[in-house]
């Protein structure tokens, strides 16, 4: 399964860094990559989820591997709150703390 590049990391790692990591992994700067491919990175990283609203399984995938959460609003937020019910990950909105 190949997916659209959909994650935009915090100041954690800067999109320098983002480039060389999948240079490293990939050979290139890609517009898409294996779920695999990034399991790296996510697992060492706070993730912006910027559209997964269409994209539960991935976005289900992806929480299963990270920590904390940041999402561009509420409504996302539900969203990925909703793939995660029963975890104990932290979310995190613009305005507002959430702990499930």
Same mark, same amino acid.
């Given at each position: 399964?190949?997916? *659209?590049?959909?994650?935009?990391?915090?100041?954690?790692?800067?999109?320098?860094?983002?480039? *060389?990591?999948?240079?490293?992994?990939?050979?290139?700067?890609?517009?898409?990559?294996?779920?695999?491919?990034?399991?790296?990175?996510?697992?060492?990283?706070?993730?912006?989820?910027?559209?997964?609203?269409h994209h539960k399984?991935?976005?289900?995938?992806?929480?299963?591997?990270?920590?904390?959460?940041?999402?561009?609003?509420?409504?996302?937020?539900?969203?990925?709150?909703?793939?995660?019910?029963?975890?104990?990950?932290k979310c995190i909105?613009?305005?507002?703390?959430?702990?499930?």
């Amino acid at each position: 399964m190949t997916i *659209s590049v959909i994650v935009k990391t915090t100041q954690q790692l800067l999109e320098s860094e983002l480039s *060389s990591f999948f240079y490293e992994q990939c050979g290139k700067y890609r517009e898409t990559y294996l779920l695999s491919e990034i399991k790296p990175m996510i697992q060492r990283s706070t993730v912006c989820f910027l559209d997964l609203i269409h994209h539960k399984k991935l976005a289900a995938d992806i929480t299963e591997n990270i920590k904390t959460i940041q999402t561009s609003c509420v409504i996302m937020e539900q969203e990925v709150m909703k793939s995660k019910k029963h975890s104990q990950r932290k979310c995190i909105t613009s305005d507002s703390h959430y702990t499930e």
